[in-house]
């Protein structure tokens, strides 16, 4: 008898036991759980702060960035207000002249023509490099037949320029990016617009050294790495000018190496769409457009 007590005893202490220890390890189980869950809510909300955090820092950099680019010193550097119409077939030449003087002297009161071995007006360096550059127009038949053509033409500015020349213009764009947008539309209809102010029997000349170098930037490896050495919105500019100088080497019928403008005419309507800050957006993608429905 006394044994069967002591079994039943020994039972219901484990029993007892067992409840216990299973109640304590319910409860320490259930906290723990409730440890991870309060560390992993406080670490996702901090995850979530972090994310908040920067998506504000995204949108106000958008912000700056998509914000419309101001024009308070333009007119201070060509004259009169920045120039709307971007390489139209009708420019006022003498107020594209007028504009293109103001911005040689605004060039002027700068120190960039301090330079090593450079000492002339601004006007005066302009119309040197041009000559250069037409004197010794790049190569656009030929140039992967060796290996001499390929170097010469990836080196073309260079060593027709010269480093100090070319340190210079780095410079200039590096100093004066708000300005180079409307500066090249100016340049681009003195040139090629209004010749320069040279006289008419000259146009024919003009547009050949043009096309040259439309040529070199669009459908040469040279002129392509060129480009691709320089920041996003210079290289969306050239390329546009590029195009329109073989739109109108084609009308000339002077298109010599057959430039197909189609595949750089979806290229830039891409890229332009993708280029934030630009003063003549609407106007380039309104050119490019109509160019689009004229080689269709």
Request: charged share 25%; hydrophobic share 40%.
């Amino acid at each position: 008898m006394d044994k069967t007590i002591k079994i039943l005893v020994i039972c219901f202490a484990t029993i007892g036991i067992g409840l216990f220890a299973y109640h304590w390890i319910h409860q320490w189980h259930d906290k723990a759980i409730e440890s991870v869950l309060e560390n992993e809510k406080s670490a996702c909300r901090r995850r979530i702060d972090r994310l908040q955090a920067e998506i504000r820092r995204l949108e106000e950099q958008l912000r700056r960035q998509t914000a419309p680019v101001s024009e308070p010193d333009l007119s201070s550097i060509f004259g009169t207000a920045a120039p709307k119409n971007v390489a139209e077939p009708v420019v006022d030449c003498k107020k594209t002249t007028r504009q293109v003087v103001a911005f040689f002297n605004y060039l002027d009161r700068k120190s960039y023509l301090i330079w090593p071995d450079i000492n002339m007006r601004a006007e005066a360096l302009f119309e040197e490099i041009f000559k250069k550059l037409a004197a010794n127009p790049p190569t656009n038949v030929g140039e992967m037949d060796n290996l001499y053509s390929l170097v010469k033409n990836v080196t073309h500015f260079y060593r027709v320029l010269g480093k100090d020349r070319i340190d210079l213009l780095k410079e200039i764009l590096k100093s004066e990016k708000q300005v180079i947008e409307p500066a090249m539309a100016v340049l681009f209809n003195w040139i090629f617009y209004c010749n320069a102010g040279m006289p008419s029997s000259t146009a024919g000349k003009t547009l050949k050294t043009m096309y040259q170098y439309a040529g070199f930037f669009l459908n040469t490896l040279g002129g392509r790495s060129y480009l691709l050495r320089r920041d996003s919105k210079l290289r969306m500019l050239v390329s546009y000018y590029s195009l329109l100088v073989i739109d109108r080497a084609n009308d000339a019928k002077v298109n010599a190496y057959g430039i197909d403008v189609r595949p750089y005419i979806d290229y830039l309507l891409y890229d332009i769409n993708n280029q934030k800050g630009l003063l003549y957006h609407r106007l380039y993608l309104t050119r490019l457009n109509a160019l689009r429905e004229k080689y269709q």
